[in-house]
C-alpha cells in the first residue's frame, strides 16, 4: 500500500482530497524539522505547498520518500539537486493559475486608483458624495512588466484590454505578445524611467532580491505605482517606505511581503496611508485551488500506474539573448 501524505491542506479542500485518496494522511499545518520528519516518515509519496521546506537535511531522513508533488509552479523550497541524488520525482503544477494571479493585480489597482474602499465607507456612513474621490483612469497609462512569464503574459492581456501602454522587461522575448498586444520590450532603466505603473513577476534568487531599492527608486517616474504579487524579497522595504514618503512612489499594492513572518518590521509600511496589503492571496482563487489538486492528484495516479507524471519538474530548455534582469544595487 502506498503511503500519501498531504500537507498544508485548507478545511474547505479536506474533502476532495480524500475523496481522491482516502487512504492518504491530511495535514492542514505547515511543519518544519523534526515534526515534519515525524509526520513523513513512513511516505511515499507528499503532496506539499510552499511553505513547507524539504532541505537536504529533511529529504536524507525520509528513506521511503519516492515522489513529491508540490502544488505550485515554483520548486524552490525543495531540494531539487538531493531529490535527483535520490531518486525522488519531483512535480509541480505548471499553471495552476497565472490568470487569477494577473486579475489580481487590476483588483489592487482599480481598487485604489477609483478609491472604492474609501468610497464605500463613505457611502456607509450615509454620505453620498463624490468629492475627494477622483481617480485615476488605466487608459493610455504606460505600465512596466517585470517578466512576462506566464502572469506577466496575462497581465499584459488584460493591460491591452484596458488601452494602456504595455513596456515588458525580461531576458527572453515572447514573440507573440509583441505581435497581437504592441507589447514593446525595454531595459529595466528604460522601464523605470518610462512606466507609471510598475509590476513585478520575476521569481525570487540572487540576481532579483532587492532589484526594486533607492537606486531604481530613484529613476523612476515620480507619483509611479508599484505593484507586487511575486515575491516580496524583490523590494528593499526600508527603501520604499522612504519613497513612499517623499512621494516618489504614490501607491504601493502589495499581495507579499518582505518580512511576511515579522509584522513589527512591517507595521510602519502596512499602516502608510498609500499602501494597500493583501495576505498573498493573489493565488487563491476557487480556479486556482482547484486546479492545484486536481493536477496535483493526477501527477499521484500516474506515478502509481507506473508511469512518468505529465508535469514531471524538468528544467525547461530556452534560449534567451536579452540581457539578465540585473538587481541596481547600490555600491
Given at each position: ?15 476532495f ?32 505547498f510552499?511553505k ?54 487590476f ?83 528604460d ?14 534568487t ?45 501607491y ?80
Amino acid at each position: 500500500m502506498t503511503n500519501i501524505v498531504f500537507l498544508e491542506v485548507d478545511t474547505e479542500d479536506h474533502a476532495f482530497v480524500q475523496q481522491r485518496f482516502p487512504q492518504g494522511k491530511i495535514i492542514s499545518d505547515t511543519l518544519s524539522g523534526d515534526a515534519l520528519v515525524d509526520a513523513c516518515k513512513d511516505a511515499d509519496v507528499i503532496s506539499c505547498f510552499i511553505k513547507t521546506h524539504f532541505t537536504q537535511d529533511i529529504i536524507e531522513k525520509l528513506t521511503n520518500l519516492k515522489l513529491i508533488c508540490t502544488r505550485s509552479v515554483g520548486c524552490d523550497h525543495i531540494d531539487m539537486d538531493t531529490c535527483k541524488k535520490r531518486g525522488i520525482t519531483v512535480c509541480n503544477v505548471p499553471d495552476y493559475g497565472s490568470h487569477v494571479i494577473a486579475e489580481h493585480v487590476f483588483a489592487l489597482l482599480l481598487s485604489k486608483l477609483r478609491h472604492i474602499p474609501e468610497g464605500d465607507k463613505q457611502v456607509e456612513s450615509g454620505t453620498f458624495d463624490y468629492h475627494g474621490l477622483r481617480g485615476m483612469a488605466l487608459r493610455g497609462k504606460t505600465i512596466g512588466i517585470i517578466g512576462t512569464g506566464k502572469i506577466g503574459r496575462r497581465v499584459a492581456e488584460i493591460a491591452y484590454g484596458f488601452g494602456m501602454e504595455i513596456l515588458a522587461v525580461d531576458q527572453c522575448r515572447t514573440l507573440q505578445i509583441v505581435e497581437k498586444l504592441g507589447v514593446k520590450y525595454v531595459s529595466l532603466e528604460d522601464a523605470f524611467q518610462q512606466s507609471d505603473i510598475m509590476t513585478l513577476h520575476v521569481p525570487d534568487t540572487k540576481e532579483t532580491q532587492h532589484m526594486i531599492n533607492a537606486k531604481a527608486f530613484a529613476a523612476m517616474k515620480d507619483g509611479v505605482i508599484l505593484v507586487n504579487t511575486a515575491r516580496g524579497s524583490l523590494i528593499d522595504s526600508r527603501a520604499l517606505l522612504d519613497a513612499l514618503k517623499s512621494g516618489k512612489v504614490g501607491y504601493a499594492l502589495l499581495d507579499v511581503l518582505e518580512h511576511e513572518q515579522n509584522f513589527t518590521e512591517n507595521k510602519e509600511l502596512i499602516s502608510h496611508p498609500h499602501v494597500v496589503t493583501t495576505p498573498h492571496i493573489a493565488f487563491y482563487a476557487d480556479d486556482s485551488m482547484r486546479n492545484m489538486y486536481s493536477d496535483s492528484c493526477r501527477s499521484i495516479d500516474q506515478w502509481m500506474q507506473g508511469k512518468e507524471p505529465e508535469h514531471v519538474a524538468h528544467p525547461l530548455n530556452v534560449v534567451c539573448d536579452l540581457p539578465k534582469i540585473q538587481n541596481n544595487k547600490q555600491s
